[in-house]
């Protein structure tokens, strides 16, 4: 017993002198300035003591801009010690905004999470543990998630996995705002030079604030700007949020991969054009480039893509034995219907031409040796694209913004894939009033969304505007919102609803109400994103009528809500806005899910009841469009049940079949996955994902059925451990 305790008391004596030996590696400097609102600056050691002059200069001009501002300096060995420092002066200052990441501090891989992301579904089991995890600062910046230590990178010293615990909150609700300045090693370069020279373009930017009167949207080729209907109402969107546009036609531009085959070369000119305040980028991204266009088809004229094919046939014929070229010749007149001059005509093919393209052989994308040549005019840049914000890895896109010799300070960008079709501009207008970019991105958060660059940047408030500083410092103060809901502006209304939601304020039968009579179609975008929280009688109402609003991401979503939803009230809205309005692509691919994801016969109903309302010229081809859409999407539902439930089919198949209805949430089948979680006669890893799964259906109107089911299942206390873990996880999703 002596040995015992003399071990434990050595034990204490180790932890304690590791404490006291980290408490002497931190250093935190107090605020120079007593300011109503406050920020913290968390820096490792040697960043700081290479660009001291230029941090301190950035730390007095964020206290000019009304932020009493801290600096956490310390030489990190894990991201705990960060968070407890940050957590420190959170505790203590007044009304703390956020913090900023400067140089080597630690960033967490994020596991058992990925219903935090927008998209990112990856089997953590099956993949490397480096690819199935997310990205995510939100391990800093909401208080209100637990994690769990896994392991630390054996090559890379600021790399850490870990894990949220199944008992922790389930849904995302930052406390502050953070941002991430770290510069991409694939730059080159002294980096301590290269974040001195960026924070002092913070600075200036804050002495000479702009006001956001100039902006650009793009939509690329593959997202969902394909759909014309999407691209056209952006301009509503972009006019509700941004009131001080519209002063001439070069103030407001909405371009698409459309409007030229080299539309790469029109963007440069445009991303260095003087006065543009922010650029809005909808496109595929990857880690180190940005996709502008598509192949040939959309790139080049049919003269041009003659040629490349006649190029490429002549390639082939050259590439093969001389005694098998006559062969595949005859086998090319016969495919594809040539003749003989097209394989002797001059196969010389101006793709790309060096004068328009300046050789440049990659016209479809934006590479990041593209991106280091350009001087960024844009103060903010968002990208509403995957993986642009890999602030992890050496080379990512909007690092290469940041740190350019342009003017650009921030932008916005994700650390894994995102959603195509999220609601792409929600609050963005925000910062047309002064509000903080980083305070903006908090009302937004998701798993793999960050600022990169200083989030405490803003554009210049409307005269007389406190927003800025109200948006924290007034946070709960019921009165103040709730005289802003009759606000001129969509996102200020939408802000105030956001806020008297949050703090139990306001009740959902006055958010429908609002909804129905607001002007701006964003905010009543909002309110169905709100009320989804409540999933009560009026979350349905406000689904239906959003399906036939007039702005299309509120009609888009509100089929999304519908899916979710999975109430068979909605079939009758849900058939006759597929019958109707398939000009709405983006609309109509989200109708198609709603179809396959609700029972069969209430559809097969709701579709008799619309057809005598129809006035198609083609109305029996629409009739027999809709019906053939229902009797697929019923057999995929079909298989997926059959595959699920058949035990005489190999575990692996159960299983990728309960992993496929993380996207297809099949309703009807919840009673049916209940009593299988609870069937001890089933594999315990088939159990497993299934619990998992029906965490899925948090915005279902069957929540509560999900909810006391896993709670009865938990009664029993011999079950698993992993498998009690994974119910309480769910339980906590689908609150």
């Not at 909804?515 to 109402?541: P, V, W």
């Not at 007039?550 to 888009?556: A, N, V």
Request: glycine share 6%; aromatic share 10%; net charge negative.
């Amino acid at each position: 017993m002596e040995v015992v305790m003399k071990r434990i008391l050595l034990f204490i004596a180790a932890i304690v002198c590791t404490g006291q030996i980290f408490a002497q590696q931190v250093k935190v400097t107090k605020p120079v300035t007593k300011l109503n609102n406050s920020f913290a600056i968390v820096i490792d050691n040697v960043t700081y003591e290479k660009c001291g002059d230029a941090v301190r200069e950035y730390r007095d001009a964020l206290e000019a801009d009304g932020l009493a501002t801290y600096i956490i300096a310390g030489a990190w060995e894990n991201p705990d010690q960060v968070k407890a420092q940050i957590k420190k002066v959170y505790a203590k200052a007044k009304n703390f905004e956020g913090v900023v990441f400067i140089g080597d501090v630690p960033y967490v891989m994020v596991r058992n999470a990925q219903h935090m992301t927008t998209a990112f579904k990856m089997d953590e089991k099956k993949f490397p543990i480096d690819e199935s995890s997310v990205c995510s600062d939100r391990f800093y910046d909401d208080l209100h998630l637990e994690f769990e230590y896994l392991e630390k990178d054996s090559t890379n010293s600021n790399k850490f996995w870990y894990k949220l615990k199944e008992t922790s909150p389930q849904h995302l609700n930052p406390s502050f705002y953070s941002g991430r300045i770290f510069y991409p090693p694939m730059l080159g370069g002294d980096k301590y030079e290269a974040i001195s020279k960026y924070l002092r373009k913070a600075v200036e930017a804050k002495k000479n604030p702009d006001l956001l009167d100039n902006m650009v949207t793009f939509a690329g080729h593959g997202y969902n700007g394909d759909c014309l209907l999407v691209w056209q109402d952006e301009k509503i969107a972009m006019n509700e949020n941004f009131p001080f546009l519209g002063k001439d036609h070069l103030s407001e531009k909405h371009l698409s991969f459309r409007m030229s085959p080299y539309m790469k070369y029109e963007l440069f000119d445009e991303i260095e054009r003087p006065g543009i305040d922010a650029f809005f980028f909808n496109e595929h991204g990857s880690i180190d480039k940005q996709h502008i266009s598509g192949g040939p088809e959309f790139v080049y004229s049919l003269e041009e893509r003659l040629a490349a094919l006649r190029s490429q046939v002549q390639g082939e014929l050259a590439f093969v034995p001389k005694a098998q070229r006559e062969e595949l010749k005859k086998k090319f007149l016969a495919d594809y219907g040539l003749n003989e001059n097209f394989f002797t005509a001059k196969a010389e093919s101006n793709i790309p031409d060096v004068a328009e393209t300046k050789g440049d052989k990659n016209v479809t994308i934006f590479s990041l040796d593209d991106i280091k040549k350009l001087k960024p005019t844009p103060r903010f840049v968002m990208f509403n694209a995957c993986y642009n914000g890999s602030f992890h890895r050496p080379g990512y896109v909007s690092g290469y913004y940041i740190f350019g010799d342009g003017r650009t300070v921030v932008c916005q960008g994700n650390t894994v894939n995102v959603l195509q079709d999220r609601w792409t501009y929600e609050m963005v207008g925000l910062i047309s009033h002064g509000v903080r970019i980083g305070e903006y991105n908090r009302m937004i958060a998701s798993l793999e969304g960050h600022i990169i660059g200083d989030p405490t940047f803003h554009f210049k408030e409307q005269e007389g505007s406190t927003l800025r500083q109200d948006a924290v410092a007034k946070a709960n103060d019921a009165a103040y919102w709730e005289a802003l809901l009759e606000s001129p502006y969509a996102d200020i209304q939408s802000l105030a609803l956001r806020r008297l939601t949050d703090m139990g304020a306001i009740e959902s039968f006055d958010i429908l109400s609002h909804m129905k009579r607001c002007e701006f179609g964003s905010t009543r975008m909002e309110c169905i994103k709100l009320l989804s929280r409540f999933r009560d009688d009026n979350y349905i109402e406000a689904i239906k009528t959003g399906m036939y609003d007039s702005y299309e991401i509120t009609r888009r979503n509100a089929v999304d809500y519908a899916w979710r939803a999975g109430d068979t009230r909605l079939s009758e809205a849900i058939m006759d806005v597929f019958v109707k309005y398939p000009e709405s692509q983006r609309v109509n691919y989200n109708i198609q899910k709603a179809i396959s994801l609700y029972p069969e016969a209430p559809l097969k109903e709701a579709l008799q009841k619309v057809i005598p309302t129809m006035t198609d010229y083609n109305m029996e081809k629409a009739i027999k469009n809709a019906e053939d859409m229902i009797a697929t999407q019923q057999a995929a539902k079909n298989r997926a049940e059959k595959n699920l439930f058949n035990k005489k089919l190999p575990l692996s198949a159960r299983i990728a079949a309960s992993r496929g209805m993380r996207n297809y949430t099949y309703h009807e089948l919840i009673p049916r996955v209940l009593e299988l979680a609870a069937d001890k006669s089933e594999d315990l890893e088939l159990r497993l994902n299934v619990v998992e799964m029906l965490g899925w259906f948090d915005r279902s109107m069957h929540c509560k059925t999900i909810s006391e089911g896993c709670a009865k299942i938990l009664e029993d206390k011999t079950i698993e451990p992993e498998l009690r873990a994974e119910l309480i996880q769910t339980i906590n999703r689908v609150k």
